[in-house]
């Protein structure tokens, strides 16, 4: 084990006890109650491009208006026009964390936002193949830095109480924008001009502009000003939302100690060049393992069929009428809205491992079923067949988010410690974005050859992910981003942090002064 680390260990969760002890509401805590709302449409909203997106494309297949002007899209040219999104977010992920650095979150959002609303543009007034491919890349390439810096800034901003679930209902937004995208081209495709694609083409700028508008009035993350040595601002940020509780000011005081010595400790061994950090050291191996890992098993569950080409997988039992399939797309769509926020809200209350594994076998016991319906549909011509696969495709969904999808940037934010958080989600996202190249490029390709055969694939791929899950998932539930920052470093690291918290705490009560105490601790 000494090549990804070894076995993790927490440290004393003073910080997580005085939270749980903390008996007022979110709701009664006004500036906090202010922060989460802003939170919805300048940080949370972001999920909602990437779920407008992806369920665009998958209606756009029974739309007649696009197929017929994109000359019937089949197999390899339908996978490139879906793939060309992911290519754009995998030329785009080098450049992640030192843009975050210099910008800050908020401004590496707003800067994310912008290239999507070009992107957005250019789909709309596509004039050929050519250009909607160009206008899916620009899309591709802002897409990564809003949603690394806003499911950090999530994380970085939440009290501890509700960071959990908020992360959790990050992930859950992708279905806001996937149902405004069905509903949207249901309502267009019977029309017979090329409006019909190129209005949900441009309304898909809608959820970017509302980063635009809100993200200038939405607070900085305190551990990015922290580590900009801008110690004063994050802690009358920390004292303005994460005080109003019970012993609200010793929580606080708490916080910023604790954050001010895990950054210094951070950047005391990382290193110059920033992706360097990736192969430093066995725990920060161990945490991109598990971060590319992660990227790959979100969108390698058999989601990626669902997501693109509900299209096909109907096609395949019989469902061809247009009108059906755009009905089932939007039905299933509103369906995963429905059980996903329940379960965002639930799933993180539970140990992270718990969830992974009745998501991954809750997924892989859908598949076999799935599989054998399809099966029996092509070998019987049986309509009968068609039923299971309409009743388990709605199954899937709510095993699904039990993990991959309400866990998603819980667990990613909870991985890696500050200096190295947007390293970790951009290599997630890096897999994930290798991963659905391959599933948009490859799936079509497969279905139209194999057919049915081809879901067996999953079902011993999800297999698999259950095995990887048991043996290499570590547990993060019920600690706070600080505790978990040095879990795989062992004790002596933690130790030596713990020791700087408790002077530091000491300096403050002799200053009376928390960001006095923090500079005389750098002194």
Sequence with gaps: MAIIGTKEHHVDPRLGNIAKEDTKKWYQKPNLRALYLILIPSALGVEWTSGFDSSMMNSLQAVAAWVEYFDNPTEGRLGLLNAMYSLGALMAIPFI?????????????FAGSLILCLGAGLQA??????????????????????????????????????????????SSSWHVGAIVAAGVTYGTFQMSSTWAWRLPSLLQLVPSLCQICFIPFCPESPRYLISADRADEAYAILRKYHSEGDNGEEFVRLEFAQIQSTIAQEQATAKAFAWADVFRDPPMRRRFLLAAIFGIFTQWSGNGLISYYRCKILNLVGITENRTVQQVI????CWGLINAVPI??????????VMFLTCTIGTAIVYTVW???SARFAIENSSAAAIPVLVFMFIYSPFYNIGWNSLQYTYMVELFPYEQRAKGISIEQLTTRVAVFFNTYVNPVAMDRIGWKYYL????????????????????????????????????????????VDKQLELQQIDQSPVGGANKMEA
Aim: aromatic share 12%; glycine share 4%; proline share 5%.
């Design 97 to 109: 964390p030192s843009v975050s650095q210099y910008l800050g979150r908020r401004w590496s959002i």
């Design 125 to 170: 007034g596509a004039r050929n193949s050519d250009m909607f491919l160009a206008s899916r890349w620009v899309l591709g390439f802002g897409i990564p830095f809003a949603i690394v810096n806003a499911s950090s800034l999530v994380g970085e901003l939440s009290y501890e109480k509700e960071r959990p679930t908020m992360t959790s209902l990050f």
């Design 330 to 333: 939007l039905s299933n769509t």
């Design 344 to 353: 965002a809200i639930i799933a993180p209350r539970f140990p992270r491992r």
């Design 371 to 373: 599989t054998v319906a």
């Design 457 to 500: 694939v999953y079902c011993v791929w999800i297999l698999v992910e259950v095995a990887v899950v048991y043996l290499l998932f570590p547990e993060t539930h019920n600690r706070t981003l600080e505790e978990l920052s040095f879990m795989f470093e062992g004790r002596d690291v933690q130790d030596k942090v713990q020791s700087n």
